[in-house]
């Protein structure tokens, strides 16, 4: 059973572009989570989702930041316009269902030059 | 808004000696888990606590959860250069069955 997917686990983007960070579940999970880690920082929880459902999004930025879980394919964070502040490592985690243990992937480090 | 904090930030240990990093809540937890990321890495679960006073043992390793459920503690015992990397402790408030509140972490490095 593959672990948690994430690419690209390098994105390098100019202030004003757009990132976009996939995550694919581990097979059976249908509970995805994004965190964001800054630097000597813990992760700081941004977006629950379930399959084509936000949950819970109070962690993230209501400008610029987005999520989604489509029926098909996996989870996107996009974040529109990057500005340096968002550069960060940004980290997928799933489960198979509340409560349990999350299982992360491997993240993916945004630099915004 | 709801915190934990983890103390110390940094502990550097001769390999060989115990290690302990604490963790502490502002509000009761449901649950707390234990997490540990090497560097350069991922988080990885170690452990899930749920009881009040509740104690659990992974080889070197010893986890506990306090009477209040505002507090936890990682006691490592005879540390090792593979124990190096940060702990982190994350906490599941009472209400909420899902959203992680991340500590900032214990680097542990140890010098062989």
């Known amino acids: 059973n593959a672990g948690v997917m994430q690419n690209p686990r390098h994105l390098v983007r100019r202030r004003g572009q757009e990132a976009r960070l996939r995550c694919s579940p581990m097979?059976?999970?249908?509970?995805v989570y994004w965190y964001r880690q800054l630097p000597e920082e813990g992760l700081k929880f941004m977006v629950y989702l379930q399959k084509e459902n936000i949950i819970d999004e109070s962690g993230m930025p209501k400008e610029r930041f987005s999520a989604e879980f489509p029926k098909e394919g996996p989870s996107i964070l996009r974040i529109q316009q990057v500005v340096r502040g968002d550069s960060a490592a940004y980290f997928c985690?799933?489960?198979?269902?509340?409560?349990?243990?999350?299982?992360f992937g491997p993240g993916t480090r945004l630099t915004v030059l | 808004g709801q915190q934990v904090m983890q103390i110390p930030q940094y502990q550097h240990v001769q390999e060989g000696e115990d290690f302990t990093t604490y963790c502490n809540s502002s509000?009761?937890?449901?649950?707390i888990q234990w997490y540990k990321q090497r560097p350069g890495g991922h988080p990885v679960f170690l452990i899930q606590l749920v009881k009040s006073g509740e104690v659990k043992k992974q080889k070197r390793l010893t986890f506990q959860f306090g009477e209040a459920k505002k507090n936890s503690s990682l006691h490592i015992t005879a540390t090792q250069t593979t124990d190096v990397g940060t702990y982190f402790c994350a906490g599941i408030m009472e209400g909420s069955n899902y959203k992680l509140t991340f500590g900032k972490g214990t680097l542990l490095t140890v010098n062989p």
């Open positions: 985690a799933s489960s198979p269902r509340l409560d349990y243990e999350q299982f």
């Open positions: 509000t009761t937890l449901s649950n």
């Open positions: 097979k059976g999970h249908s509970h």
